[in-house]
């Protein structure tokens, strides 16, 4: 066994709460994206990954930055299980040191994992063109509805003006 019963070990954690603001990975912070359309279009849309429900975007989104610890505990209880594989206080024998610097080294260690994660995660979207193509839609067959409504009002001015010219 590694360790025994009443024994002061350091257990390597992280506290992923602190949040931190970073570059949007989708608009590169401008805030708005350039989408090309079928038929070669394009259109500059609002970057919806960086707005915040009906805020405008800000070309910035919230990541939680990892914090690293090493915390002491007294070891309470010991678990073996089958395989040699051992745990102490519940915790896997892999997360628990002699001292403070080697938990901290492995502390910062998961932290820099639960980085680089959390960055890769940034960068996925679960359907990444669903909601760009919805807006150029949708302003597109706004477009031609108001366009429609243009036209109509324009043929009525031109009525009324010959109108008042007889």
Not at 58 to 66: E, H, L, P, Q, R
Not at 138 to 149: A, D, S, T, V, W
């Amino acid at each position: 066994m590694k360790f025994n019963i009443g024994d002061t070990v350091f257990h390597a954690t992280f506290y992923p709460t602190t949040t931190k603001w970073v570059e949007c990975p989708v608009c590169m912070g401008e805030g708005r994206v350039q989408v090309i359309y079928g038929g070669g279009k394009q259109a500059s849309i609002a970057c919806d990954y960086c707005s915040l429900g009906y805020t405008p975007p800000t070309g910035k989104v919230k990541i939680y930055a990892a914090l690293a610890h090493a915390e002491p505990l007294v070891i309470t209880g010991v678990e073996l299980e089958a395989g040699g594989k051992e745990r102490y206080n519940y915790i896997d024998s892999s997360e628990l040191f002699k001292t403070k610097e080697e938990a901290f080294k492995r502390a910062e260690e998961k932290a820099e994992e639960y980085k680089k994660k959390e960055v890769a995660r940034l960068k996925e979207k679960e359907k990444p063109n669903k909601s760009w193509s919805w807006h150029v839609g949708y302003h597109k067959r706004e477009i031609k509805r108001l366009q429609k409504n243009i036209d109509q009002h324009q043929a009525r001015l031109e009525a009324a003006n010959l109108k008042a010219k007889s």
